[in-house]
């Protein structure tokens, strides 16, 4: 194997995240899951208590594309997107998608490999209208957009 | 004695005042938000959970059940013993067998009964999910079947004088009011361009709106997180009607569901599809 | 049941286009069922994406992502043939694992 076959991920970086994954694969879920997993910040049950927990608060950024429906046709599913444009915001590294009404605030952390565009798609619970932040991880620092979304009361069927 | 009089009046008058101006709140006449749900199901995609629902139900076809230890590949839908290609978009239909007009779901049972010798009082008792289930066996194999008839085109069979009759049952229940509000099926969905809150209803009596109506059932219910069946929302339009509960597998759930798929006709089946 | 998932991979240009619909009723452990017990909390915790054996996408998740859940990524590179995976655990020590090849 040379570094070359890799694109820009180096060989050193490669085998620490195959070994990472290897190894937290290889552990009883409950092990893998203190490994890396940020429960401070999942078991917040407040905005802003969340993001103290992800790090600190973050600035909105432009490079971040956060995508959600004005409103929802029910709050069970709600799809999302998470775009950077790495022109204007690079070597983003994690994104987290947090839902400020909801009883736990954080929803999701994507911790993104080199080389891996930032681009996320998922579906979020969100318990009432409000606001929904999509935070980058770049360089330690934290950057953010918010997009809020209305939850309709359901009529009847269909 | 004479002051209950005076309140039963009192209360007997507004009980009966209810039923107009409700439906002045509630059936609102659609405003020009068409496709206000519309930017929500671009971002929501092509992927919808039924698709594991279907492999489910299609599992369910031939798996080994019952004292009987068979399974059901030998049932007859209508198209011949095994046939499931094409079978659920001509239903409900006469089967010479039980010599009645049966849907879907009731002739399910019938084939858990008499090929797996299932009990059907046990399955008809719990039929559908309940909160906190992730789907019944029904369930599953009647979205199993309705993707077997994905694309079809929408054709009861109406040859029979029992199917016919089914038809006319199915129309005299869905224009009978009843209920403590006065409801009848047509209330909400005899008119088009109404909605309840942010939901369109369907004009069940004009053929392109059924078709589109009934042609999408069954289909994942995202605030369930199930599939729920065309039986199932019959039900439950009986609950939020302030009805009696609608018997599952009864004439009336059939008839019902014959007048609409036989307004439907003629359309396209797209099940299982995604609601809300 | 669980452990069941569909996954598309498409090239999108340079990029690899992943679509991964998991079978999972994240259930957020606050919901009761219809005899009035608490339906104890049931969803994925970890799930990753890995194009050949680089791991190109690593998520936690809390019980908010819906049920049935929905994942859809983009990675640089890859080519039609390659082998792209998805596998997550839960809280209950369930795990799934799906497969597919780039179109």
């Known amino acids: 194997m040379n570094d070359t076959t890799k694109g820009r991920v180096s060989r050193r970086r490669l085998l620490n995240w195959a070994a990472a994954l290897g190894a937290l694969m290889a552990l009883p879920a409950r092990a893998w899951a203190t490994v890396s997993r940020p429960e401070t910040a999942f078991d917040a049950t407040a905005l802003d208590q969340a993001l103290m927990a992800l790090g600190q608060t973050p600035t909105r950024h432009e490079g971040v594309i956060f995508t959600t429906p004005d409103i929802a046709e029910n709050g069970a599913v709600v799809p999302i997107r998470v775009e950077v444009d790495q022109t204007v915001l690079p070597n983003v590294s994690k994104v987290s998608v947090l839902v400020e009404m909801n009883p736990n605030p954080l929803a999701a952390v994507f911790d993104i490999a080199p080389g891996t565009e930032v681009y996320i798609e998922t579906r979020v619970k969100v318990a009432q209208t409000g606001n929904l932040y999509a935070v980058v991880e770049s360089d330690g620092q934290l950057f953010m957009a918010s997009r809020e979304t209305k939850v309709t009361l359901g009529g009847c069927g269909g | 004695m004479r002051r209950q009089s005076d309140d039963a009046m009192t209360l007997y008058r507004f009980v009966m005042m209810i039923p107009r101006w409700w439906l002045l709140l509630m059936v609102v006449p659609a405003l020009a938000d068409e496709g206000i749900f519309d930017q929500y199901r671009d971002l929501m995609g092509d992927d919808n959970p039924a698709i594991f629902v279907i492999e489910e139900g299609e599992e369910f076809w031939v798996q080994s059940q019952g004292p009987s230890a068979a399974t059901l590949e030998a049932c007859d839908l209508g198209l011949g013993t095994g046939v499931t290609r094409g079978a659920y978009a001509q239903f409900p239909r006469y089967f010479a067998d039980t010599d009645r007009v049966m849907d879907i779901e009731t002739r399910l049972l019938y084939c858990m009964e008499t090929l797996q010798g299932r009990d059907r009082e046990v399955i008809a008792a719990k039929p559908y999910s309940l909160r906190g289930d992730f789907g019944t066996e029904l369930e599953a194999l009647v979205t199993w079947l309705a993707a077997e008839s994905e694309g079809m085109t929408i054709a009861p069979e109406q040859a029979h004088p029992k199917e016919r009759a089914m038809y006319a049952m199915g129309e005299e229940i869905f224009f009978y009011r009843a209920g403590p509000h006065d409801f009848s099926c047509a209330t909400c969905h005899e008119q088009s361009n109404k909605r309840i809150r942010l939901q369109q209803l369907p004009n069940l009596t004009e053929h392109t709106e059924v078709a589109e109506a009934y042609g999408s059932w069954p289909a994942y219910r995202m605030s369930q997180g199930l599939v729920r069946t065309m039986g199932w929302r019959l039900q439950d339009c009986f609950r939020q009607q302030r009805w009696p509960g609608l018997i599952f597998g009864s004439e009336v759930s059939i008839a019902l569901q014959t007048y609409m798929a036989v307004n439907a006709a003629g359309g396209v089946m797209t099940a299982p599809g995604l609601k809300r | ?103």
Do not use: C, Y
């Open chain 3, 1 to 103: 049941m669980a452990g069941r998932i569909k996954i598309r991979a498409q090239k999108k240009g340079e990029l690899t286009e992943v679509k991964a619909l998991m079978r999972h009723p994240m259930e957020t452990g606050m919901r009761k069922d219809q005899a009035g017990e608490s339906i104890p909390a049931h969803f994925i915790t970890e799930v990753a994406v890995l194009h050949g054996d680089q791991t190109v996408m690593q998520a936690h998740w809390g019980a908010a992502v819906s049920a049935n859940p929905f994942l859809g990524v983009r990675f640089q590179g890859g080519q039609a043939g390659d082998a792209v995976r998805v596998v997550w655990t839960d809280n209950q020590g369930g795990t799934g694992e799906g497969e597919t090849t780039i179109r």
